[in-house]
């Protein structure tokens, strides 16, 4: 038996780790970079079941050890990221940017990030590029799987071929939930550790085999030098091949998770192989492997605050280059001045419960960034209540503003799961107005409602996410939104309402990223199978104003700059979605259609409301382009003449 320290592994994890960074500063080129992680999960795996290995092997193992051991490995560089942005946080975000680390820095100093970040995706989840911490995910997995294993190896010690057997069972279950999950729900299988346990426990196959299996020689010892060559070869060619075929649109992890997975092993397999030796083993790469965990941390974070401090636009190249520099140079203080002293050095005893506390101070300090709203008390009274403003999704979305999950339909959902309850019932002679389009149709909701009075009109809401009210449109993004928007015609047939109102996020949809190209003839189309239909009044609005950062933020970023409140601004405001409502006004001029413009109604000399209230700030938009409850109001107030026909705006 041997514990003799493989270079090749640190040059294994440089690999990986560079990956990774490469990927986040230039996903363009290393499209697939992300996989590193997958990289780091079979080292991971192989490295610390083969120290259960030997522990056990020398009786010499307690859990105490062991968690111990992991509390030194991974919570000094941790804390000094998780310590360190907070305060820079302190000074240099905004509230609701500091709430969103507050929350991210509690996850993480809890290890659950991964479920943290599994909980909040969905199709108004905050950009990934604003969330410093996201990485972190990855540390969450480990952890958990670090629970549980330890307990399995040393209730099946002894017994070493049920736990080979028990290994692959494993592996076979957790690949297959990956496969299934990938499929169904991609969001799950990125971030949940059972579909990463087998990459895990691959390493931890590979620990047995060289640790102890009958005849097993040591961690870094290879019995047929002749067939590791080969294997090395065969690896690293998978591993590279990850990072450049595999990119984002894949279906991550699944099947093409075989690559850098089976491809890591297949090196760590073949100690002796000249690949190993001499490519991995060199002494940069090596330096690298060595720093890679602080680097890891550091590189994501300071990509992220810099993007955050550029209005959340896409970092200019040499923005991007310095992160990384300085990323660099504060990994390699991390390890030199707090890594090393702490792992190899100091009381073997008060340490851990040193770093457990300093980790609970920071996951504790975390939370009381996130309940104090982003400690908004540092700005004064006239601006608080906008810089601690937050969508409360769960009431608005679910509850009252978007129906979602009956009214407005996620990317899966079918027309038949429209609820009854998305169509009012009769009231006397009242018309019936029909809402159809996507999420920003979706917006539209609340503030017809709002303004509904009894015996004037019934509101039907026909919304589905990604899915522009286009007759025959085929969407990438929602395979069946055809389907839907099919089925809302048949609907109309037997409805015949009075008025159906059509919007879209008409910006979006310019055929990229999945995203369906407009097409104006289709929008002519449609309007005229309404009109076939016998609908008396089709409305179809243009372009909600769309704004580079959050609205909210709008307003709190000028007064950060020049400390004036303002109710209007071309400051961040997005052209993009002025060319669109250009657009669908000369799509459907000529036609059957009213236009209404929801930029000629909040905007004026190409400055946008960004405040309901000339009083109080409360802000028209909650994200980047979808109405407030109160901006809704506001807009289907303004437009009620327009929709209904003989209704003046009320005051």
């Not at 496969?179 to 931890?204: H, K």
């Not at 006004?585 to 946008?608: E, K």
């Amino acid at each position: 038996m041997t514990t003799d320290y493989r270079a090749d592994i640190d040059g294994l994890r440089a690999i990986a780790v560079l990956s990774v960074v490469g990927y986040h500063a230039f996903p363009r080129t290393v499209r697939g970079g992300f996989t590193g992680v997958d990289v780091f999960f079979v080292i991971s795996g192989f490295l610390i079941s083969g120290l259960i290995f030997q522990d056990l092997q020398r009786e010499r193992f307690t859990f105490k050890r062991f968690y111990a051991r992991r509390f030194r490995r991974i919570f000094p560089a941790l804390i000094v990221l998780l310590a360190g942005g907070l305060v820079y946080g302190w000074f240099a975000l905004a509230p609701d940017e500091y709430r969103e680390l507050g929350k991210q820095s509690a996850a993480g100093a809890g290890f659950s990030s991964n479920i943290l970040q599994w909980s909040q995706s969905g199709y108004f989840d905050q950009q990934a590029t604003a969330k410093p911490l996201l990485h972190l995910w990855s540390l969450g997995v480990e952890e958990q799987f670090y629970i549980a294993w330890p307990i399995i190896i040393v209730m099946a010690y002894g017994r070493s071929v049920r736990l080979l057997y028990a290994c692959c069972g494993l592996i076979f279950v957790s690949f297959a939930v990956s496969v299934m999950l990938t499929r169904s729900s991609p969001s799950a299988a990125f971030y949940l550790p059972m579909t990463r346990l087998w990459e895990l426990l691959l390493g931890a196959i590979l620990a047995y085999y060289f640790t102890i299996r009958p005849g097993a020689q040591g961690m870094d010892r290879n019995p047929s030098r002749r067939r590791a060559d080969p294997l090395a070869w065969l690896g690293l060619l998978l591993i590279v091949t990850a990072f450049f075929v595999v990119d984002k649109h894949k279906a991550f992890p699944g099947w093409w998770s075989l690559l850098p997975t089976l491809g890591t092993a297949l090196v760590i397999a073949a100690p002796g192989a000249w690949v190993n030796r001499t490519i991995l083993a060199n002494r940069p790469l090596v330096y690298i492997g060595l720093i890679s965990y602080p680097l890891y941390l550091w590189h994501w974070a300071l990509l992220t605050f810099a993007r955050i401090a550029n209005d959340g636009e896409e970092l200019p190249k040499s923005w991007r280059l310095l992160a990384i520099t300085i990323a660099f140079v504060l990994a390699w203080l991390t390890y030199v001045l707090v890594e090393k002293p702490i792992r190899f050095g100091g009381n073997r005893d008060a340490i851990p419960r040193l770093l457990v506390g300093s980790m609970a101070a920071c996951g504790l300090a975390g939370g009381v960034i996130y309940f104090t709203d982003g400690c908004a008390f540092r700005y004064p009274t006239q601006i608080r209540a906008l810089a601690a403003f937050r969508y409360d999704f769960e009431r608005d979305f679910y509850e009252q503003a978007y129906r979602g999950g009956s009214c407005f339909l996620g990317v899966n959902g079918t027309f038949a799961e429209i609820g009854p309850q998305c169509v009012d019932q009769p009231d006397g002679d009242s018309r019936l107005v029909v809402l159809w389009g996507d999420s920003h149709a979706a917006s539209l909701y609340p503030g017809l409602r709002a303004i509904q009075r009894p015996g004037q009109f019934r509101i039907a809401q026909f919304t589905a996410s990604a899915c522009p009210p286009l007759v025959g449109l085929q969407s990438e993004r929602r395979a069946n939104c055809k389907s839907f928007n099919d089925s809302v015609v048949e609907k109309l047939r037997s409805l015949r309402p009075e008025a159906v109102i059509l919007e879209g996020h008409w910006a979006l949809y310019r055929g990229s990223n999945g995203w369906p190209e407009f097409d104006v003839s289709v929008l002519r189309k449609t309007v005229q199978v309404l009109q076939e239909i016998g609908i008396r009044r089709i409305v179809v609005m243009g372009s909600l104003p769309t704004w580079k950062i959050y609205q909210p933020r709008v307003a709190f970023e000028i007064w950060r700059h020049h400390h004036v409140l303002e109710d209007r601004s071309k400051e961040f405001l997005d052209p993009a979605a002025f060319a669109a409502d250009a657009v669908v006004r000369n799509a459907i001029a000529g036609t059957a259609a009213i236009f209404v413009s929801p930029i000629d109604l909040l905007c004026d000399a190409g400055a946008c409301l960004i405040s309901t209230d000339p009083h109080h700030a409360t802000p028209v938009a909650w994200d980047n382009d979808h109405l407030s409850v109160a901006g809704s109001s506001l807009l289907a107030n303004l437009a009620l003449h327009s929709i209904l026909g003989d209704r003046e705006p009320r005051t």
